[in-house]
């Protein structure tokens, strides 16, 4: 009783903004984006508070040691961005030394391994690209070249999809769609690559085709083509539930490949036709009271599930980005600001210290393995949640963003 009065007493200077006007204005359908307590935009005040928790980038994801890994560069590109908007030299400052510190003058990459061929440690590429372009130093093209070579050679599935890793043969999960598909399309168009397009493309094609089930209009987090997993469906080959992050990692993947496949791209239509059936799978299943997403999509309110913060980051992220990028109706905009509402109303806490954190989270989720994931709704209901998992920081700064900007541009009408 007493934590639930503490953070009701929390949120009810949220829940009055949200029917005040804001200072950083209306969106594009007149309805106010909330501002923070403090006046400072959610975008800096996420920012700050998580380097504030986690003074240098490789101590995200609560690492112990340095690591070069998917949720580090998740956040990384969170900051870049978050620099690019504020031109704040400190976000800059804080990625380009988790970068030094990860990568040698000669351009290696500490604790990567290409012979793993893990496809998480590719995502964190993007913000190398970055540096790149900013400092023009020759290491940082070394280090993502060396990301981009070991697509070339990644194992593929008869049809050409990326296994998600070499210790998960024949297998192509959701999340392996965000760890590489951006990357790959950013890296095509900076670098004058354009026949890569095509690879990102079949990526999206056929884990659409694979994943997606027509009657419940959902993606399943993991497919096995040879169906010989204990998880996987010895007729569809499919995981046995929605598990929401895995869908949450392929609906940013996919308004993020957009930014940079052309637009006379052959198959960019089609991309747009699976984001547009992503956003009424998420639109579908948004939890009427919070505006929140589930931890299994589609059980909302059964015994254990949960509203979970990651997902509902993510899905609020990509339907605000897509709709202002005119990639999905309009529309959806309404349910972005429910999305982001609620992720306020009901997940981001005040702390003593001055930050602000986010709840909820899903801390980690797989398939197979040791010890085995089995994909059950039990196993996912039961898996550990913590604060301020980057999983869901980094797509909250970034759902932020978008709508900062969206306030930015109608204010200045």
């Keep these: 009783m007493q934590k639930t009065m503490k953070r009701t007493l929390f949120f009810l200077p949220l829940l009055a903004l949200l029917f005040t006007a804001c200072t950083s204005g209306q969106n594009t359908s007149g309805s106010t984006i909330p501002a923070s307590p403090t006046g400072k935009p959610y975008s800096v005040w996420m920012a700050d508070s998580e380097m504030k928790r986690s003074p240098q980038g490789w101590m995200i994801d609560f690492r112990p040691v340095p690591k070069w890994d998917y949720t580090q560069g998740l956040f990384a590109s969170a900051l870049e961005r978050v620099w690019k908007r504020t031109g704040d030299q400190k976000y800059f400052t804080y990625i380009q030394a988790f970068a030094d510190t990860m990568i040698t003058e000669n351009g290696t990459i500490k604790t990567y391994k290409k012979a793993d061929y893990n496809i998480d440690r590719v995502?964190?590429?993007?913000?190398?690209?970055?540096?790149?372009?900013e400092t023009g130093k020759e290491?940082?093209?070394?280090?993502?070249?060396?990301?981009?070579?070991?697509?070339r050679t990644h194992p593929r599935t008869s049809e050409g999809g990326f296994w998600h890793k070499k210790i998960y043969p024949h297998q192509m999960w959701l999340d392996g769609l965000y760890m590489a598909s951006p990357f790959l399309a950013q890296y095509a168009a900076t670098y004058n690559e354009p026949q890569l397009f095509n690879d990102v493309a079949l990526q999206i094609e056929l884990i659409d085709k694979h994943t997606y089930v027509q009657d419940k209009n959902l993606f399943y987090h993991g497919w096995d083509e040879k169906?010989?997993?204990?998880?996987?469906?010895?007729?569809?080959g499919l995981s046995p539930e929605v598990w929401g992050r895995a869908m949450g990692w392929f609906a940013m993947a996919l308004v993020d490949v957009l930014d940079y496949m052309p637009q006379n791209h052959p198959k960019r239509n089609d991309i747009l036709k699976v984001t547009q059936k992503m956003a009424s799978a998420i639109a579908q299943y948004q939890d009427a009271s919070t505006g929140l997403w589930w931890q299994v999509v589609d059980k909302g309110g059964q015994e254990g599930n949960y509203r979970e913060a990651s997902v509902s980051s993510m899905f609020t992220y990509f339907l605000v980005k897509s709709a202002k990028k005119g990639y999905i109706d309009q529309n959806y905009l309404t349910n972005a600001r429910r999305g982001y509402n609620g992720i306020l109303e009901n997940l981001i806490q005040q702390n003593p210290d001055g930050t602000i954190s986010i709840t909820q989270v899903c801390a980690v989720a797989g398939l197979?393995?040791?010890?085995?994931?089995?994909?059950?709704?039990?196993?996912?209901?039961?898996?550990?949640?913590?604060?301020?998992?980057?999983?869901?920081?980094s797509p909250f700064i970034m759902a932020s963003l978008e709508f900062e900007e969206m306030g930015k541009a109608s204010a200045s009408k």
Excluded at 375 to 384: F, K, L, M, P, S
Aim: aromatic share 12%.
């Design 123 to 133: 995502n964190p590429g993007k913000f190398l690209i970055g540096l790149h372009k």
């Design 139 to 151: 290491k940082y093209k070394l280090a993502l070249d060396q990301l981009r070579d070991q697509m």
């Design 227 to 236: 169906r010989e997993q204990k998880w996987a469906n010895p007729q569809t």
């Design 368 to 393: 197979g393995g040791t010890p085995y994931r089995s994909g059950t709704y039990e196993y996912y209901i039961n898996e550990e949640k913590r604060d301020n998992d980057p999983k869901a920081v």
